[in-house]
């Protein structure tokens, strides 16, 4: 089956409130979405909307990678094109780009296959043999930014959260000081009921000290792991060193998330004896869902847990990034693990999406039965 055309539409999506972070923040979503119709009448699509600095490339380097692909991929057969896309210098280069054509592209071989993507995945690049799939993955409420909720606000969110089926409540932290964070946090752990966890992310905010007192100050909290506690630092050894000894003295995973592409070079090091317990795996990072599954399968054989998650991305880039999830699901379950929660419940905080985004009910992403993605643009787009 041939490419017949290749089409891109920019948009712009306002978020419902500002999202803040360690790493700062935005007020909106910018990307493209990308549209791959093939000779039979079908289309596929795929979502680009990097955020520099935590995922992927700039705006700039990824609007030209999809001009050339919109150049190149015409009159390519899909499997070509699949099979030619990670070869090319721009795959590493622009790796948001890159994943969104491929999610494209492996939207259209799923539909041309009767597939769903995630049924196309297990067939085609999951363990044998093939696992077996659920429709809905767990999903973590997601709150927003410790130091910007007021005492009620937070109170409310956790409430609401706890009626809509969540578990587990990520919080942004590392924004406002360490002790005064997690002594917060404490308050706020004796409230929660006895399944309940916080999932918390500092976005690289803290140094060895600083971090090695907030880990401490949660010991014994109902915290079911901490993304990236640790900030950036030149010498790679010393960073992983560090992180080791926080995790040795942590009573809950630590997690490496945006600092990955600095050290996905050692890879094979890295996963020979990994520092912390767990990964965060987003596949417009890794250049797509193929290598992000190849990725999370290393990792989850040296035993971490893969957790992936979404960044605050459109409906498209969501359920590209839910079909990975309900592969790597599957994948752990026949290895006898229960599955993980993952950060994917990013969809209420746009103000306006590119589609319908999938159902959150009962704590859960319900992924759609279509074959394929299962996403359909709104009529506005693509116009
Ligand atoms: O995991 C979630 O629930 C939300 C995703 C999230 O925290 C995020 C959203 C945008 C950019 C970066 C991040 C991050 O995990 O660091
Ligand atoms: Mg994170």
């Not at 500002?18 to 009448?41: N, Q």
């Not at 409540?169 to 006895?194: D, H, I, M, Q, Y």
């Not at 605050?312 to 839910?322: F, Q, R």
């Amino acid at each position: 089956m041939r490419i017949a055309a290749v089409r891109l539409q920019a948009y712009r999506l306002p978020l419902v409130a500002a999202w803040t972070s360690a790493l700062g923040g935005f007020t909106a979503r910018e990307g493209w979405l990308l549209r791959i119709d093939s000779e039979d009448g079908r289309s596929g699509f795929g979502d680009c909307a990097p955020l520099p600095g935590l995922v992927g490339e700039s705006s700039a380097v990824a609007g030209q990678a999809l001009e050339r692909w919109r150049e190149q991929l015409p009159a390519q057969s899909l499997a070509d094109a699949l099979a030619g896309l990670q070869q090319t210098p721009l795959a590493a280069q622009a790796p948001a780009a890159c994943a969104a054509v491929e999610c494209a592209l492996l939207d259209l071989l799923a539909q041309a296959a009767g597939l769903s993507l995630r049924g196309w995945l297990a067939r085609n690049c999951a363990s044998r043999p093939a696992p077996e799939l659920t429709d809905s993955v767990a999903v973590n409420a997601t709150l927003g930014a410790l130091a910007h909720l007021s005492d009620t606000a937070l109170a409310a969110g956790i409430s609401d959260a706890i009626t809509k089926g969540y578990r587990v409540f990520k919080l942004k932290v590392g924004v406002a000081a360490a002790t005064a964070e997690a002594s917060r946090l404490r308050s706020l752990a004796a409230l929660l009921p006895a399944d309940c966890r916080l999932r918390l992310d500092a976005n690289g905010a803290w140094d060895e000290c600083c971090a090695e007192q907030f880990i401490e100050a949660c010991a014994g909290m109902p915290i079911d792991s901490l993304e990236e506690p640790l900030a950036d630092s030149a010498d790679q050894a010393a960073f992983l060193a560090t992180l080791r000894r926080l995790q040795d003295r942590a009573t809950f995973p630590l997690a490496i998330d945006e600092s990955w592409p600095r050290l996905a070079d050692a890879a094979e090091s890295f996963f020979s004896a990994p520092p912390v317990h767990r990964l965060i795996v987003k596949p417009p990072r890794h250049s797509g869902l193929l290598p992000a599954l190849a990725l999370a399968r290393s990792a989850a054989a040296s035993g971490m847990d893969v957790v992936v998650t979404s960044s605050v991305d459109s409906a498209c880039g969501v359920l590209a990034v839910a079909q990975l999830a309900a592969v790597i699901d599957a994948e752990r379950r026949t290895r006898g693990s229960a599955a993980l929660t993952h950060g994917l419940a990013t969809s209420p905080w746009l103000a306006s999406d590119t589609g319908a985004a999938p159902v959150l009910a009962e704590g859960r992403l319900f992924l759609p039965a279509a074959h394929g993605l299962g996403f359909q643009p709104l009529d506005t787009f693509f116009a």
